[in-house]
């Protein structure tokens, strides 16, 4: 099956300007996360979806936002963007198999850069 | 809250070795436990998981964990490393809900 596809995969974008990052679940899963990736930082968490709901939000400012359509495909937005918000937003999507209990399937990532 | 952590950044090791990547981690409750791998330019892809059962936990690609609940430790192992194990492992932790604490990551480099 196919796998988790954000898009785009690289942009460059100027401090003030607003980004929007997609991305579109392994069919049938459900749920959708957001992670920023930043050499200093690491991985954090920004927010999971689960049917259309924002169910958990991290600790990033109201910039950061996100929303889920009926086909589970998710989008994120940072607005006013700031040098910091460089880095790789990594989306995972999850299922509710037993099987996959817990499991996180990631996609490549969108790298975004603010000059 | 939980949290996570790595303390080594960079564990370098020599191809045939073995080689053992270190998690601490501190919460509350029960939590799962994940390993997982991170490739140049590619996202994470799972190693292993810890949800109950046995402690000894065997992944993908010959690497294996223990639980040690005593210790709070999932430390990730694997007895002879291949020039191909050279990437980035992450640590992670949930206490469900799918909300995933990672520790900074500790990148494994294989040298021949």
């Known amino acids: 099956k196919a796998g988790v596809t954000q898009t785009p995969r690289y942009l460059i974008k100027t401090r003030g300007q607003q980004v929007t990052l997609s991305c579109s679940p392994i069919?049938?899963?459900?749920?959708v996360s957001w992670y920023q990736q930043t050499p200093g930082q690491g991985l954090q968490f920004l927010f999971e979806y689960f049917s259309e709901t924002q169910r958990n939000k991290g600790n990033f400012p109201g910039r950061f936002s996100g929303r889920q359509f009926s086909n589970s495909r998710s989008e994120m937005n940072v607005s006013t963007l700031e040098l910091g918000d460089s880095a790789l937003y990594l989306c995972?999507?999850?299922?509710?198999?037993?099987?996959?209990?817990?499991?996180?399937?990631f996609g490549e990532g969108s790298r975004l850069t603010v000059l | 809250a939980q949290s996570v952590t790595q303390l080594d950044s960079q564990v370098p090791v020599f191809e045939e070795a073995p080689v053992e990547l270190r998690c601490n981690y501190s919460s509350s409750v029960s939590v799962y436990l994940f390993w997982y791998v991170q490739y140049p330019n590619q996202g994470l892809q799972l190693l292993l998981k810890?949800?109950?059962?046995?402690?000894l936990v065997k992944g993908i690609n010959g690497f294996e964990a223990e639980f040690n609940k005593s210790q709070t430790s999932f430390h990730l192992r694997k007895p002879s490393v291949h020039i191909s194990d050279t990437a980035e492992y992450f640590c992670?932790?949930?206490?469900?809900?799918?909300?995933?604490?990672f520790g900074s990551g500790t990148k494994l480099n294989v040298k021949p």
């Open positions: 069919s049938g899963h459900r749920s």
């Open positions: 810890y949800l109950s059962g046995s402690t």
């Open positions: 992670a932790v949930s206490a469900g809900e799918n909300k995933f604490y």
């Open positions: 995972a999507s999850s299922s509710v198999r037993v099987s996959e209990a817990g499991e996180l399937f």
